[in-house]
């Protein structure tokens, strides 16, 4: 069994930033890609960004020049630094970790609101 957390959620005025993270725990082995997504009431779920183990990133369009994604392997740890933020980026943020057989495991997610 894998549990996922993500954690670091919360309001923040536009401009401001947050530092959204996700520990994986259980028989996770081998971590490959972690991603974070993004999901509007109503609206389909949304790819933000992905990391390779090895450190390699891919950054949605929408958010590229203000979101960062990092990675912990020894604690199993993703993290999402989100600046300059704007409203169109409140959602709730989905963390995803894919491990070995092709499984991949989401969190249960952490809302994000942007808002003066």
């Known amino acids: 069994q894998v549990h996922v957390v993500e954690s670091g959620g919360g309001l923040v005025q536009p401009g401001g930033s947050l530092r959204l993270s996700c520990v994986a725990s259980?028989?996770?082995?081998?971590?490959?890609?972690m991603a974070w997504y993004r999901q509007v009431p109503g609206k389909v779920r949304e790819w933000v960004s992905t990391i390779t183990p090895g450190g390699s990133t891919n950054t949605a369009d929408s958010v590229k020049g203000r979101f960062t994604i990092s990675r912990d392997n020894a604690k199993n740890t993703v993290f999402l630094q989100m600046d300059s933020l704007i409203p169109e980026d409140t959602a709730v943020y989905y963390c995803n970790i894919g491990v070995a057989g092709g499984e991949t495991y989401w969190g249960q997610g952490t809302q994000v609101t942007v808002s003066s």
């Open positions: 259980g028989s996770t082995g081998f971590i490959y890609n």
